[in-house]
């Protein structure tokens, strides 16, 4: 799995805003939406594109088409706050959900919600969770997407932790399926919860207001 750490100066003025315990939730939402719209424009650079003639109001001249679908799954609940930033830039996207959570005393994966479908093949998944933690719920999703087979799955992250991306690049390194991942930093560790450290707390709790 191709691992890209997003160096822009955005997504580290962004994650330090994450960080800070003192950020409210409104504040929070806004910036999760940022650094998601920092990292969906550096992972879509290579979206395989046509060339379409376009009519300006002067004369004809040469523009660019999408030649596949863009689906977004992002990962019930946290994903979600990743979701509306993409659309702004690209409306016509398609939008799937996998809910999966993981046992808070096992750390094991629990899958309680699926819509995902054969509309999944030929194209391209951006596949969206904040954390990836133990990288259960990464991996549990991957094994489902590759079901349908898709083109390529493209993991957009926010903090990722060492032993999740050992996890999730076993699957994805298994799975036959191209398979990336942005993020804009590797974490130190996980704590005997499973929560990122330093990270930024929980991250679904903060996007949503539920600490
Ligand atoms: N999920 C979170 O929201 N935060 C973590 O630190 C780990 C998993």
Same mark, same amino acid.
């Given at each position: 799995?191709?691992?890209?750490?997003?160096?822009? @100066?955005? @997504?580290?003025?962004?994650?330090?805003?994450?960080?800070?315990?003192?950020?409210?939730?409104?504040?929070?939402? $806004?910036?999760?939406?940022?650094?998601? !719209?920092?990292?969906?424009?550096?992972?879509?650079? @290579?979206?395989?594109? *046509?060339?379409?003639?376009?009519?300006? #109001?002067?004369?004809?001249?040469?523009? !660019?088409?999408l030649v596949e679908d863009i689906i977004l799954i992002p990962i019930i609940r946290a994903g979600l706050g990743m979701v509306r930033p993409i659309l702004n830039l690209y409306p016509q996207a398609i939008v799937m959900h996998i809910g999966a959570k993981r046992d808070e005393k096992t750390l094991?994966?629990?899958? &309680? &919600?699926? /819509?995902? /479908?054969e509309r999944i093949e030929g194209n391209t998944v951006f596949l969206l969770? #904040?954390?990836?933690? !133990? +990288? +259960?719920?990464?991996?549990?999703?991957?094994?489902?997407?590759?079901?349908?087979? #898709?083109?390529?799955?493209?993991?957009?992250t926010v903090i990722c932790a060492p $032993?999740?991306? *050992?996890?999730?690049?076993?699957?994805?390194?298994? @799975? +036959?399926?191209?398979?990336?991942l942005w993020t804009a930093i590797i974490d130190r560790q996980l704590d005997d919860n499973g929560y990122i450290l330093p990270g930024l707390g929980d991250a679904g709790d903060r996007i949503f207001g539920t600490i």
């Open positions: 799995m191709e691992i890209t750490i997003v160096s822009h @100066s955005l @997504s580290g003025i962004f994650l330090t805003k994450l960080r800070d315990k003192n950020a409210d939730v409104s504040n929070f939402r $806004e910036t999760i939406e940022s650094l998601t !719209t920092v990292l969906f424009v550096e992972s879509s650079k @290579s979206l395989a594109t *046509e060339t379409i003639e376009v009519e300006t #109001p002067f004369e004809k001249t040469i523009g !660019t088409k094991e994966t629990i899958s &309680y &919600y699926s /819509n995902i /479908n969770d #904040p954390m990836l933690a !133990t +990288g +259960g719920t990464l991996s549990f999703s991957i094994d489902e997407i590759a079901k349908f087979s #898709p083109e390529r799955i493209n993991i957009l $032993e999740g991306i *050992e996890r999730v690049s076993f699957v994805a390194d298994n @799975s +036959g399926i191209p398979i990336a």
